[in-house]
């Protein structure tokens, strides 16, 4: 399986994020950010990159901020 991070400012929107994700069925963790990808936050969201389209559009109607989504 391919997967995609979402890069977040902190934890805590890593953790807002997982929750939103699981409240749709859609599978997430939260993982340390891969050392060659930079954040301000020692955390991201990994998803399915099949779900990067939709994961997107979710957290825009929920109006979460995220630095960016990053294929792996």
Sequence with gaps: MNYSVILVDSTSHAM????????????????????HLSSDCG???RISS????????????QQITIQKIEAL
């Design 16 to 35: 807002r994020i997982e929750k939103i994700l699981g409240t749709y069925g859609l599978g997430c963790k939260m993982i340390p950010v891969p050392r």
């Design 43 to 45: 955390v991201c969201v």
């Design 50 to 61: 099949d779900d990067v389209e939709n994961v997107r559009t979710i957290l825009e109607n």
